[in-house]
């Protein structure tokens, strides 16, 4: 068969006609590929029943097949489809484990599971990968991500948090686009669109203003506008591709790094634009006190995040080593601590603002961690 199917094909290229393709004959997988989705009530939060539904492909070949589950917390099942009732809180790493009767194949699957705490209190911390949003709460436990229901990222880089409003924003490189939605991920809508390349924003409260940087400058948009169009330039002429921005806002003044060097600084009333730090290259910057902090890209593989006065004196380096261009770089004032990511290894890191007892405070692999915002405490 194999061999007439290949002189099939000869014979309709020698004539030139199309539509002989490979795919025409549909080829089974050789062994069994394990998978499941899964639904949990309650909201995720605990006592909590998840209910799991295995949509694994069996070939015929390898006969007949059972399902071992392990649920993470210690317990276990077998079956093709079942329920578990998790009655603790944390990240649990579901395995289901297909066996194979007639190849005595034995393959498997893992996913995680989140189940959280009712009675939990801390504040709120966002994060987005590139195309999820993730929360959880900084208190004194270890911290648990949930993904929220926020769909359509392309390619995101950046979040910020606004606290009067309480709603969270979240841009979109690769789409052009700002989205915005509550903390629980709903009510998400298109800010803005039709952007150039959106990275970081940062907010103005007195005059109700949200600021993103573009490929060559930072534009600005009316937080109580409802037109997607709606935006107006307020920095132009950056030929080196602003990439993080912050408001300083005791002094009215707001800060942008370039990814391809140097660090400036204009008054929000149009005036006193100007770069303080040449050539430094990077993805974040923000303000804490009388520092701006920043990431500058020294070699491949050591990013390292500085500060510096205002005016751009007195740098200090915090931390070295970083593997990639920073784009989450936030601070959490309750506990008076720098979060950065560290993308290639799927952490958050965090320190004392004078870069003192640095730690990873999350660590989720291939999580990729971009922008960082944190939310009002609960």
Not at 235 to 250: L, W
Request: with cysteine.
């Amino acid at each position: 068969m194999k061999h007439t199917f290949l002189m099939l094909c000869s014979a309709f290229l020698l004539l030139g006609l199309q539509g002989c393709k490979k795919d025409d004959f549909p080829v089974p997988p050789a062994s069994t590929v394990p998978k499941f989705t899964y639904t949990i009530d309650n909201d995720g939060f605990a006592p909590a029943t998840a209910t799991f539904t295995n949509t694994s492909i069996v070939p015929s070949t390898v006969g007949t097949v059972t399902f071992y589950w392990n649920f993470g917390d210690g317990a276990s099942a077998e079956g093709q489809n079942v329920t578990h009732t998790y009655t603790s809180t944390g990240a649990f790493t579901v395995r289901l484990v297909a066996v194979a009767s007639l190849s005595s194949e034995i393959k498997e699957t893992t996913q995680t599971i989140v189940v959280k705490d009712p009675n939990a209190s801390g504040i709120p911390v966002f994060f987005t990968d590139g195309s999820q949003v993730f929360s959880g709460l900084v208190n004194n436990q270890a911290p648990i991500m949930s993904k929220l229901p926020v769909s359509g990222l392309q390619d995101s880089y950046g979040m910020t948090y606004d606290s009067v409003n309480n709603k969270v924003y979240v841009s979109d490189y690769e789409a052009g686009k700002i989205y915005r939605f509550d903390p629980d991920g709903s009510n998400q809508i298109e800010f803005r669109t039709g952007l150039d390349a959106p990275n970081a924003m940062s907010i103005d409260y007195p005059n109700h203003t949200i600021y993103w940087d573009t490929s060559n400058g930072v534009q600005r948009g009316d937080l109580n506008s409802t037109d997607v169009n709606q935006k107006e330039d307020f920095v132009t002429g950056q030929a080196n591709d602003p990439d993080g921005i912050c408001i300083d806002p005791v002094h009215r003044v707001l800060y942008w790094v370039n990814y391809n060097g140097g660090v400036w600084k204009k008054n929000l009333d149009g005036s006193g634009e100007a770069e303080i730090i040449p050539a430094v290259e990077g993805g974040s910057l923000i303000v804490v006190g009388d520092r701006i902090y920043f990431d500058q890209y020294i070699a491949a593989g050591d990013i390292q995040l500085k500060s510096a006065n205002l005016d751009g004196t007195n740098i200090a380096v915090l931390a070295t080593g970083i593997s990639r261009v920073v784009y989450a770089l936030a601070y959490e004032k309750t506990e008076n601590k720098i979060y950065w990511g560290d993308r290639n290894l799927g952490t958050i890191m965090r320190a004392n603002p004078d870069g003192s007892d640095p730690e990873p405070w999350l660590v989720q692999e291939d999580s990729s961690p971009r922008g960082i915002a944190f939310g009002k405490k609960l």
